[in-house]
Structures are given as structure tokens and as C-alpha cells.
């Protein structure tokens, strides 16, 4: 089955600070999704991405569909970015409807 | 608020039990996606319905089955209980069922304990 691979696994920044989190995936997909995961547990759907790019605040979010790769910036960065970030994918030669999330990349950021 | 609601929050319960977890999708999805996470793990897909059927099936063990409702409320039962089910389990809803082609929704989760 398609590999996603999410780096880093884990990330230390200081407030203010500017980021780059990448997605990688083995095989096409049909679309791709950013997860944040907060301390308290919840998901939030951060961007819907199939290919292109979309910003929104301090996030923007670009995939490359060609060449299998998705990056989601963060930038100046806040205590409540905090939590880990996921990416989903579900691929295209898939005949049903999984969505299978990588394993994320852990963001600390420090006051 | 995402519009996903699962009950309960929380679940204890002892070995060899079986529990039923329950969630209501935002109003308007048609498709009911269930994850399990394990402490400090990702996200393993479980199952997803489609207006009732079943449309894809993960890593989901015998002793767990689900269902979709006319309502499209669906139900994770997980039976006959070991220490190693315990995590929290997630719920999500999208509008569509083919192929993700709709954004994702997440419930709050269950957090199942087995004691």
C-alpha cells in the first residue's frame, strides 16, 4: 500500500520562529488533507489540498502532485501551534475510500 | 465544533468486556470514518461507511464491527476486550465517500480505557 512519510518527526522552535513540515508519498493520490492535533487531543482539518497552493493566517499549505510531496508552513510561529501535525492521503488507484494518515511531525514551540 | 459528536468521552472497563462507541456525523455527510490511536501512535484507519454500506475496511480486528444507521449515526462495538485496546477512538465525517474527494471532519474522540 502507499507509504507517507511525515519530517521531521519531531521539531523544537521558539516563538516567532518560521517552519516547514513535509509530506512525502509513495504512490498518486487524488487528494491530500493537513491535520493539527492539539494538546487536548482534538483534530482540526488545517487545509484540503489535492494539488496547488492555499494559505490561510500564518498557514499556507503546498502540494505537488506530480512529484508526490506536500509542505505545510508555519510562520511566526505561536504557543498554540503546538501539537502534531498530520497529513492524509487517499490514493488513487485505491478502490475504496481510505484515507490514510502519516505518522506526523511533533511541534514544540516554546514561549 | 466540527459537528462530528461521538459519546462517550471516556470509557472504562475491565478485560474480556465489550462497549459500544457511538457517533452522529455533521449534518449533510454521508460518510462515517473510524480510527484507532494508540498512546503516542498515528492514526490507523479502522472502517468507513457510505450511506449505510460498508466502502472500506483497514486493520480492524475480528472482535471489532461497526455499523451505519439510516440516520447515518454509526457504531464501533469492540468485544471481548484486551489491555492493548485501549486508545482513543476517533470518528470522522465527509460529505462524500468517493475516494476522500471531501474534506475530513473529526469528532473529539473516545478515550477507551480497559483495565
Known amino acids: 500500500g502507499i507509504q507517507v512519510e511525515q519530517s521531521p518527526p519531531d521539531l523544537i522552535l521558539q516563538e516567532g520562529a518560521n517552519s516547514t513540515l513535509r509530506c512525502n508519498f509513495s504512490d498518486s493520490v487524488n487528494n491530500l488533507q493537513w491535520f493539527h492535533q492539539n494538546p487536548w487531543g482534538q483534530l482540526i482539518n488545517l487545509f484540503y489540498i489535492p494539488s496547488g497552493t492555499k494559505q490561510n493566517g500564518r498557514l499556507s499549505a503546498t502540494t505537488v502532485a506530480t512529484e508526490r510531496y506536500s509542505l505545510l508552513y508555519i510562520s511566526s510561529s505561536q504557543t498554540t501551534d503546538s501539537g502534531v501535525y498530520f497529513c492524509a492521503v487517499s490514493p488513487l488507484m485505491n478502490r475504496d475510500d481510505k484515507i490514510i494518515f502519516g505518522k506526523g511531525t511533533r511541534l514544540h514551540i516554546l514561549p | 465544533d466540527s459537528g462530528v459528536t461521538q459519546t462517550p468521552k471516556h470509557l472504562i472497563t475491565a478485560t474480556g468486556q465489550r462497549v459500544t462507541l457511538r457517533c452522529s456525523p455533521r449534518?449533510?455527510?454521508?460518510?462515517v470514518y473510524w480510527y484507532q490511536q494508540s498512546l503516542d501512535q498515528g492514526l490507523q484507519f479502522l472502517i468507513q461507511?457510505?450511506?449505510?454500506?460498508?466502502?472500506a475496511k483497514g486493520n480492524i480486528l475480528e472482535r471489532f464491527s461497526a455499523q451505519q444507521f439510516p440516520d447515518l449515526h454509526s457504531e464501533l462495538n469492540l468485544s471481548s476486550l484486551e489491555l492493548g485496546d485501549s486508545a482513543l477512538y476517533f470518528c470522522a465525517s465527509s460529505a462524500l465517500g468517493v475516494r476522500g474527494s471531501a474534506p475530513l471532519h473529526f469528532g473529539n474522540g473516545t478515550r477507551l480505557t480497559v483495565t
Open positions: 461507511y457510505y450511506n449505510g454500506e460498508e466502502r
Open positions: 449534518s449533510g455527510d454521508l460518510s
